[in-house]
């Protein structure tokens, strides 16, 4: 508990530090695959990304506690709502916790469109280990995904759902 503490104190940090400079990278790239995933959803069910193949994907980590993750959430239940959950599919995975988390992520209005995700912290270290830029390195940091899983775009930090939607339009199609 005490290190999940501590780890979240460090990301936090080094995302401030992150949103002080604005950094948003790797536009329209290819980039590596993205790896695979299968976490518990809020409410029920599962987040899985394989089932997502053949869609676009929006693929945000966040955790509960950082104010800018949480400025973050009504933009991605706007953006849930410009798109057809045919083309597109949003995941938004809370980086520790698990299921231990469930009641403080019910107190954040996602919506019904967007699936809310508890990582025990396994993926977010898979995501972690990942080549630069890509790989996550505070919160929130978001991936555009192509209709083959492969990570086209690396957002970090606080991002406006104009930005989000224009990128997601580019692999909805």
Do not use: N, W
């Not at 400025?71 to 698990?98: C, M, N, Q, R, Y």
Request: hydrophobic share 40%; glycine share 10%.
């Amino acid at each position: 508990m005490k290190t999940d503490r501590i780890l979240h104190v460090v990301v936090s940090a080094v995302m401030a530090a992150a949103m002080m400079v604005g950094l948003s990278a790797c536009k329209d790239k290819v980039g590596p695959k993205a790896p695979d995933f299968k976490l518990p959803a809020m409410g029920g069910g599962q987040c899985d990304l394989s089932a997502a193949k053949g869609k676009a994907v929006l693929v945000e980590f966040f955790s509960y506690r950082c104010p800018y993750c949480r400025k973050e959430v009504p933009h991605l239940k706007e953006l849930s709502g410009k798109f057809d959950s045919d083309k597109v599919v949003i995941f938004a995975v809370h980086t520790f916790g698990g299921t231990r988390v469930d009641a403080q992520l019910a107190k954040l209005d996602f919506g019904t469109k967007v699936k809310v995700c508890m990582d025990d912290g396994t993926v977010t270290k898979k995501y972690s280990a990942l080549p630069k830029p890509y790989g996550i390195h505070g919160v929130p940091h978001l991936l555009i995904l192509d209709k083959k899983g492969r990570i086209r775009q690396v957002h970090r930090g606080l991002t406006k759902t104009a930005v989000l939607k224009k990128g997601l339009s580019r692999y909805a199609d």
